[in-house]
């Protein structure tokens, strides 16, 4: 990066149509610390690195908890961030879970306008589909050696520019089911949004992608009997029947697109079950799918287990390219906003 707004590559040098999804400084992120039982005011800073003590508890017990958004550049030209309250409530329920403060829902808000008004130049341009992720992020950072809560925590919100995570159209993609490991306990974590979680898949993943499998597909931790969720993503999948199913456990992540996908489903006429999903029931579904905040949708050719492979198809399925028609076209004003999504900045 040889030309820089701050520390940051200035907008006017980014390449938009062949922006892909990773990490590119802007100008700002904001923070703010809960020390004495209260937030300090949000504060925009310009270098994006944290200095904390080497005993914080983030580093050493994993107390920390991170979200993902995005913010888009809508038809009309205005900038709109897509179901900000729902990834405030679910960090506010991890924050319950491993003994953090919440960060109150009009605070957050607050951050997000900052951050975002301070960068709105790094929004990619309406029809581009990129967006500007945004990731929020609460760590603890009081000095803590022995094992419980710090004292001290920092909320920090950073946002980055992202391209369209497709290319050339929704590409369908195998998955290879991990059976030697689980992505968590039975009753542990994989309910809420925690750091350790994805460190638990990056090995299973490594070796699903030297077999040439792009994405990994866990099953239950207490049976291995039925389907849990992808390494990165919710599993769902459109029946035979025109139904749309997706797996109900505490070892689930309860996923914000997930919940929108599951809503417009409903919307244009599909009977959604939420509901333990017997892997011996991929027999009976035409569509598969992998759904998050980074791709809305990922359509699954195969799912490969080590004694079966279920195969539904080289092309997106018709169902799936509707739902993701209607996702995207909500968050960057192609479509009405009939269920009040959009935060408008």
Known sequence: MSEIDGLGMKPANLDWANMGFGYVATRSHVRMTWMDGRWSEPELINEPYIKMSIAATCLHYGQEAFEGLKAFRCKDG????????????????????????????????????????????????????????????????GAQIGVSPAKMFDFIILVTPVGAYYKGGLTPVEALVITDFDRAAPRGTGHIKVGGNYAASLLPSKKAKEQHYPITLFLDPETHTYIDEFGTSNFFAITKDNKYITPKSRSI????????????????????????????????????????????????????????TYDFGETCGETLTKLYENVTGIQTGELPDRHGWLFDI
């Open 78 to 141: 205005s900038v709109k961030v897509f179901r900000p309250w729902e990834n405030i409530r679910r960090m506010n329920n991890t924050a319950d879970y491993i003994l953090m403060p919440q960060v109150p829902e009009e605070l957050y808000l607050k951050c997000i306008s900052m951050v975002v008004r301070d960068n709105l130049d790094y929004v990619p341009p309406y029809g581009t589909g990129g967006s500007l992720y945004i990731r929020p992020l609460l760590i603890g950072t």
């Open 253 to 308: 992540l309860p996923s914000i697109t997930n919940m929108t996908l599951q809503q417009i489903a409903k919307d244009i006429g599909l009977t959604v079950e939420c509901r333990p999903v017997n892997k011996a029931e991929l027999a009976d579904v035409k569509e598969v799918g992998a759904c998050g905040t980074a791709v809305v949708v990922t359509p699954i050719s195969k799912i490969v287990f080590p004694e079966k």
